[in-house]
């Protein structure tokens, strides 16, 4: 019996609740969701790679067959190191679709056989963007609708040890 693995790739730059979507409605499609926390040494991000994958696995503590990895480098090369043939990608509109497309058009070029499903955001969920969760956390708004339960102790706690004004 094969074991459908897809990759559910990104930087989790914090993890939210469209994130966690996401890898819910892929669990219910393949056997096994490797989310791939991207570690990219070039960019520095909000949150250390560690501490991402950390948030992660709290938020998906209750998901059976989901691992949270980090990874460096191009997503066709690990997706061939792990003998991944699906990639998962979230959609939010028409600009993530064009981009997404390309991308995938390009990873299948890297790693032929590689595919991509692209799943749009859930209505109630694609106005949710790490980006705009880090902006809200810098200005001291709630952000609590907007991540895990489980991520935002240390969201808040990162944010408090910043001085943002």
Do not use: W
Not at 7 to 17: I, K
Not at 72 to 87: K, M, P
Not at 150 to 158: R, T, V, Y
């Amino acid at each position: 019996m094969s074991n459908l693995r897809c990759l559910y790739p990104g930087s989790f730059d914090p993890v939210t609740l469209g994130h966690m979507d996401m890898i819910r409605r892929a669990a219910r499609i393949f056997d096994t969701v490797v989310v791939g926390v991207l570690h990219n040494p070039d960019k520095q991000g909000c949150f250390p790679v560690e501490k991402r994958v950390d948030m992660l696995k709290k938020a998906c503590r209750g998901l059976k067959h989901v691992e949270i990895i980090a990874y460096d480098g191009l997503l066709a090369r690990f997706t061939r190191e792990q003998d991944i043939r699906v990639v998962v990608r979230g959609v939010r509109g028409g600009a993530d679709l064009e981009s997404e497309t390309a991308m995938a058009r390009i990873n299948g070029q890297l790693h032929p056989g590689l595919e991509t499903v692209l799943l749009p955001a859930a209505p109630d969920k694609e106005q949710i963007s790490a980006s705009m969760v880090r902006q809200l956390a810098a200005f001291g708004a709630d952000i609590s609708p907007y991540v895990p339960a489980e991520a935002l102790p240390d969201i808040l706690a990162a944010f408090a040890s910043q001085d943002h004004n």
